[in-house]
């Protein structure tokens, strides 16, 4: 038998006893931006793959050094800008733990119900799009149907689109616009009134469900030697979230709406479930603080904070349960205005490299659908 020999190659086919080494990327239309993947097949299976990151890098980290505390928000805000809202939320958390900082309870409920409306937005975009990559072009129109009537009630009371910038510390920048509380409930009752088209045209499609039954089945082995987490961890049986098991905002109140939602087989299929069945919860959460809010006396959303904002020496660590899975920030401070640290512990991060677990000895024809799968943004890989 003849040494295997290893041949990089753009186009074609190798010798007999050749392993094919095969770049996707960085520029490919299945990415969701710039990753590259390094697969090194033989003939249709892949052998070993290799993600590989920095593409999109920015520096965000030593960014946040370089930034006083308010400042920090806006660099927060760009990581994962499917869910810029949540990114924020767990830095000015970090910092008011930090000050021992009570933020009032307007402020509180209305974090909570902005947050799971970004988390619907999220999750709308990869409803839309995963199918897209398999061959479907219906679902990503309703999908951005129903994304621009939410968008619109975020852009409403926070003047942005992407980048929100609404929360601030000690609170969120002002308080709800006139009417805006009914006009989200309006929003919501719109969306969740078409949620049913992911039901019938996406999941009962026998295309969609032969592309991804039993593709790309990761172990809670895998889960958990990754730190992969969020939706994609859920799908395969891991039941960790942190908004009912380490309550934070307004959740610990919600415990009788919060449904956690789980799978067992881990696969593309899975995935795809855990990330409808949570956006619906997160339609009846949203509702949930509506009516709590409209419970609320009038009172401030914020606190009064001094010109130039410190925080005293120490550290801490918050982290959140984001839509793509934990989000955490670790704050160090020297008693400064600005961080002396500040870690990112992104969730597509830690997601990502379960690729190297999923995609071995699997097909070349089903790379995409795994890799859609994950539901990664690739600045929250690379920040």
């Not at 990581?79 to 402020?107: Q, T």
């Not at 098991?245 to 087989?265: F, H, K, N």
Request: glycine content about 10%; some cysteine.
């Amino acid at each position: 038998m003849t040494e295997t020999t290893r041949t990089t190659v753009g186009i074609g086919g190798a010798a007999e006893s050749t392993d094919m080494v095969l770049n996707i990327g960085p520029q490919h239309p299945s990415t969701h931006g710039v990753l590259r993947l390094r697969l090194v097949l033989d003939g249709e299976v892949i052998q070993h793959a290799e993600p590989v990151i920095g593409y999109m890098h920015r520096g965000a980290e030593k960014l946040f050094e370089a930034r006083d505390y308010r400042q920090i928000v806006m660099l927060a805000n760009r990581h994962d800008w499917l869910s810029a809202f949540s990114n924020e939320l767990g830095v000015v958390m970090a910092v008011e733990r930090m000050l021992g900082m009570e933020v009032p309870e307007r402020a509180v409920w209305t974090r909570t119900l902005l947050a799971e409306l970004n988390r619907v937005l999220n999750h709308l975009m990869f409803l839309g799009s995963y199918p897209l990559e398999l061959g479907g072009i219906t679902p990503v129109f309703y999908a951005f149907t129903e994304r621009e009537k939410l968008q619109a009630v975020m852009e409403e009371i926070s003047g942005g689109r992407m980048h929100y910038m609404f929360n601030r510390v000690g609170g969120l920048k002002e308080d709800l616009p006139a009417g805006w509380p009914g006009r989200v409930r309006q929003a919501i009752a719109d969306v969740r009134s078409r949620m049913d088209v992911y039901d019938r045209l996406v999941l009962g499609n026998e295309i969609f469900r032969g592309r991804t039954r039993g593709v790309g089945a990761l172990s809670r082995e895998a889960v958990h030697a990754y730190g992969v987490s969020g939706p994609i961890a859920r799908a395969s049986g891991v039941d960790f979230d942190l908004r009912r098991d380490e309550p934070y905002l307004a959740y610990g109140e919600l415990a009788d709406v919060l449904t956690v939602v789980t799978r067992e087989d881990g696969d593309c299929l899975a995935r795809f479930e855990c990330l409808l069945e949570q956006t619906h919860n997160a339609l009846a959460l949203a509702d949930a603080c509506l009516d709590r809010l409209a419970e609320l006396p009038p009172g401030p959303v914020n606190q009064r904070l001094p010109k130039v904002l410190k925080a005293p020496e120490g550290h801490t660590y918050a982290w959140t349960e984001n839509p793509l899975g934990v989000n955490g920030y670790y704050l160090v401070s020297k008693g400064e205005k600005t961080p002396y640290r500040l870690k990112l512990r992104s969730a597509s991060f830690n997601n990502i490299q379960a690729l190297t677990e999923l995609l071995p000895g699997t097909q070349v024809a089903d790379m995409v659908a795994i890799l859609g799968s994950l539901f990664f943004v690739v600045g929250d890989i690379d920040k």
